[in-house]
């Protein structure tokens, strides 16, 4: 007899430690500006320098790391402050279509946040940000899951509000076309992904956008699908894939290598003491069939990972359940927000 279960699969790959980011960050957008150059873009930074952290502070550094020196500098900042951005990179320029913003000023330490739908474009070889028309009235929002086919960007899903017992999620689908600058409608039929999600996982691979895990409104609603929409035939609407998660897991990254989709970590683990999911697992696009490769040599949520050569690059994110009380060294942390960054080997 065979046992087909992924858990029985070989665990390949490694992970390998990278400079330090220069502030501890989570819920940031992590993008490809070319092979060399990855951006980080908004995010929540940890507030106070004891070893115990006071709360988060909604960001609008822009960091730029440097694959071949390892070394990271500060670029032009976006002009909002923003946490799950909705960040992607199309021909070089980094897109910035909405996310979640403070809803007071000056801001709570903690997560209190409602959706902005500001857009602004951001010119790498410039370093200047410039603005973009919004996104329409309705659909703003934050933690969308993005796919890059050809000039659009496809935005799946998202959450309107996140306050530390309860958040929303969405199943709008919109685009954002670069050449015209003008935000799209898709055909009714494929204007909604099949279940609401947040703090999923996302791409395009040749015309396909796989909208992958996520939560479903509360943070313990972890689900394993993914969601297809072949973007050549959008009237043909979103397929369930057969292929599920072995652990269904929300604000988790990951990110494509060739025809593999690798997904990392994630928040609100019930079996873990620190709330977080520590799996690296692999959807084949081909088969869609999912495996299980070596765990995160440090699990994380909160993060977003880029892939570019033969590695997953992981810069930051949370390294436990954010709110839930962690004892460590005799002291009871709410939060860790950390400036970790590595990379998975494939
Ligand atoms: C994007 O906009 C351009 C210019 O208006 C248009 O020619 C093109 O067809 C649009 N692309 C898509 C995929 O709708
Ligand atoms: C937690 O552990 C139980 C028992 O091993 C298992 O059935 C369940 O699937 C686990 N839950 C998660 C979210 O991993
Ligand atoms: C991953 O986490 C699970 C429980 O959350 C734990 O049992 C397991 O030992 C961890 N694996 C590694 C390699 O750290």
């Known amino acids: 007899m065979t046992n087909a279960s992924p858990h029985n699969t070989k665990r390949t790959g490694h992970w390998v430690n990278l400079a330090k980011l220069p502030h501890h960050r989570q819920e940031h957008g992590t993008v490809p500006i070319d092979d060399n150059t990855i951006a980080l ?65 000056p801001p709570l330490p903690y997560p209190d946040w409602i959706p902005s739908g500001e857009c602004h474009v951001y010119d790498t070889v410039k370093d200047v940000w ?21 000039e659009m960007i496809y935005v799946a899903g998202g959450m309107t509000f996140l306050i530390p017992d309860d958040q ?6 919109t685009a954002f076309n670069t050449t015209s600058g003008k935000w799209q409608k898709l055909p009714d039929i494929a204007s909604n992904i099949p279940e609401g999600r947040q703090h999923g996982v996302g791409a395009v691979v040749g015309h396909n956008f796989y909208v992958v895990g996520g939560r479903y409104m509360k ?6 699908t993914v969601f297809i929409l072949d973007l050549n035939n959008q009237q043909a609407g979103w397929k369930i894939s057969e292929g599920e998660m072995p652990v269904p897991r929300g604000g988790l990254s990951g990110a494509v ?60 994110g949370g390294l436990q359940e954010d709110g839930l009380s962690v004892w460590v060294d005799g002291k009871e942390h709410l939060l860790r927000t950390t400036d970790h960054f590595d990379a998975y080997v494939v």
Do not use: C
């Open 41 to 105: 873009i908004g995010g929540v930074f940890r507030l106070g320098d004891g070893d115990v952290q006071e709360g988060l502070l909604t960001t609008d550094v822009v960091e730029v790391y440097d694959i071949p020196s390892d070394t990271w500098k500060t670029k032009a900042p976006t002009p909002y402050k923003v946490n799950h951005p909705n960040v992607a990179t199309v021909n070089g320029k980094i897109y910035l279509l909405g996310g979640l913003v403070d809803a007071q000023d």
């Open 130 to 150: 410039s603005p973009l028309e919004p996104m329409e009235k309705g659909t703003e929002r934050g933690s969308a899951i993005l796919g890059v086919h050809g």
């Open 168 to 173: 929303d999620s969405l199943t709008t689908v």
């Open 219 to 224: 943070k313990q609603n972890v689900r394993g």
């Open 257 to 316: 290598l060739g025809k593999k989709f690798y997904t990392f970590g994630g928040e609100a683990n019930p079996n873990a003491t620190d709330g977080i999911f520590n799996e690296t697992e692999v959807f084949d696009i081909t088969t869609e069939k999912w495996s299980q490769k070596k765990a995160m040599a440090v699990p994380r949520h909160g993060l977003s990972a880029v892939a570019i050569g033969n590695k997953v690059y992981l810069p930051g």
